[in-house]
């Protein structure tokens, strides 16, 4: 499978030039020989066959072929977490890309403060494992923001879950084709207060199994549940 690079916008079909970031991963990590073939797609469902022509220190001179664009995903699957610390939030923006995951929304909770938020740091992450995966559309990485903000927040998707240990799984709870929203909590949980705001705010408890899951391993967990529930 050829690798896939996300660009802001894909070239024209024809012959082109990149620079920057892309020209430098396929000159130096990647070592491109002319007659590679890449994907190039702009997370937004385009994307377009690319054959590498030549390699200089700072450009690749590409031959691009006709775009073609993927439908949009059927629903959104958003999930709200408490980020955890340093390399375990970098592991669940990675691993949730993966799985499934195409809104990241951190949250500051009671028992979460800020720890140095790193939007960019997290978005690069995103970026490789969407190309790593194949993921015609990039997941949306959101600004993190106080939960009970969120609950409060007109427009949010009707479908809209809390995670809370015993509660019906959530597998059985998600509809099919429609957007979904999934609070996880930190470690320690969500307070009192934080989980009767979400409550009053029309979030059904749902449960994510029989174990006491990390942060980063719920999230992955409630992302994959919900789309088992398409298997129903």
């Known amino acids: 499978m050829p690798a896939r690079f996300f660009l802001p916008s894909l070239p024209a079909?024809?012959?082109?030039?990149?620079?920057?970031?892309?020209?430098?991963?396929?000159?130096?990590?990647?070592?491109?020989?002319?007659?590679?073939?890449?994907?190039?797609?702009?997370?937004?469902?385009?994307?377009?066959?690319?054959?590498?022509?030549?390699?200089?220190?700072?450009?690749?001179?590409l031959q691009v072929d006709a775009p073609r664009q993927a439908p949009a995903p059927p629903r959104r699957v958003q999930v709200?977490?408490?980020?955890?610390?340093?390399?375990?939030?970098?592991?669940?923006?990675?691993?949730?890309?993966?799985?499934g995951i195409d809104v990241f929304q951190p949250l500051w909770t009671a028992r979460t403060r800020p720890q140095g938020e790193r939007p960019d740091r997290w978005l690069?992450?995103?970026?490789?494992?969407?190309?790593?995966?194949?993921?015609?559309?990039?997941?949306?990485?959101?600004?993190?923001?106080?939960?009970?903000?969120?609950?409060?927040?007109p427009g949010l998707p009707a479908a809209r879950f809390v995670t809370q240990p015993g509660a019906t799984s959530l597998a059985?709870?998600?509809?099919?084709?429609?957007?979904?929203?999934?609070?996880?909590?930190?470690?320690?949980?969500?307070?009192?207060?934080?989980?009767?705001?979400?409550?009053?705010?029309?979030?059904?408890p749902a449960g994510l199994g029989p174990h006491v899951l990390r942060t980063e391993t719920a999230a992955l967990v409630a992302a994959a549940l919900v789309h088992a529930s398409d298997a129903r």
Do not use: K, M, N, Y
């Open 80 to 99: 709200a977490f408490a980020p955890p610390r340093l390399q375990r939030a970098e592991w669940l923006f990675e691993h949730g890309t993966e799985v």
């Open 13 to 61: 079909a024809g012959a082109a030039t990149v620079d920057g970031d892309l020209a430098h991963h396929l000159a130096t990590v990647l070592r491109a020989r002319p007659g590679l073939t890449i994907v190039l797609a702009d997370g937004r469902g385009g994307s377009a066959l690319a054959t590498v022509r030549a390699v200089d220190r700072r450009t690749v001179t």
């Open 124 to 153: 690069r992450i995103v970026r490789a494992a969407a190309g790593q995966c194949d993921r015609d559309w990039l997941p949306e990485v959101r600004p993190a923001r106080e939960l009970l903000d969120l609950v409060a927040e």
């Open 172 to 204: 059985e709870l998600a509809p099919r084709d429609a957007d979904v929203q999934v609070l996880v909590g930190p470690e320690g949980g969500f307070s009192p207060e934080e989980h009767a705001a979400a409550l009053a705010a029309g979030f059904v």
